[in-house]
């Protein structure tokens, strides 16, 4: 395996977490990144580096990171993401891996990618509703700018330096399960 195959491997399972809290962000970061050509996509995947496709997904992260401070809406566009967001980690993990066949491509992009996305998903969303349980949507608007930074740290990061990006995943996973304990609705003060 070569280090240009590590990398993208890194940098899609960088993605995938950053789809985790936003499911266009890391795309339109990808599609950027191809468009400006810091980073080469499978051949199949270069459409994602298309003007329309910089555009498509530019309007599409903008409308996902408003309808986020919606109340009510955020709560909704969780349970609509974490299928997006398997499918969305997925794409960004298949279209980034290099120099592997097609089969392991796929596994890798389905267990890792997709797998890396919606394990991040559902602990966010776990956490957002925490927080509307616990502080009646208030603290909601908080979790949403989190979410958002976090995920386009984890995007500029990914491209442009996928080893750290690995750490920073790992340190998320640490972070959300932290959050989702803290603010989980304790069950034996409701006995």
């Known amino acids: 395996m070569t280090m240009e195959t590590i990398l993208s491997i890194f940098l899609g399972i960088g993605l995938a977490a950053s789809v985790g809290f936003r499911v266009f962000l890391p795309l339109f970061a990808l599609s950027l990144a191809a468009y400006f050509n810091v980073w080469e996509l499978n051949e199949s ?25 919606m109340p009510v809406v955020d709560n909704l566009l969780d ?25 392991i491509t796929w596994a890798l992009a389905i267990i890792a990618g997709g797998g890396t996305a919606v394990a991040v998903k559902s602990s966010a969303s776990a956490t957002r ?6 502080t009646a949507g208030l603290g909601n ?15 500029i990061v990914s ?6 990006a690995i750490i920073l995943v ?22």
């Open 79 to 103: 349970t609509i993401a974490i299928p997006l967001a398997t499918i969305a980690g997925t794409a960004v993990m298949v279209s980034t891996v290099a120099d592997l066949s097609p089969v």
């Open 159 to 164: 491209i442009f330096l996928p080893i750290v």
């Open 141 to 155: 608007p908080l979790v949403s700018t989190v979410e958002t930074g976090t995920s386009i740290v984890m995007s």
């Open 45 to 69: 995947w270069l459409w994602i580096g298309s003007t329309t496709a910089v555009i498509t997904l530019g309007i599409a992260t903008l409308v996902e990171i408003v309808a986020y401070y």
């Open 170 to 191: 790992i340190f998320i996973f640490y972070i959300v399960f932290k959050l989702y304990k803290k603010l989980k609705p304790n069950k034996s003060k409701s006995s």
């Open 129 to 134: 509703l925490g927080s509307t349980v616990s």
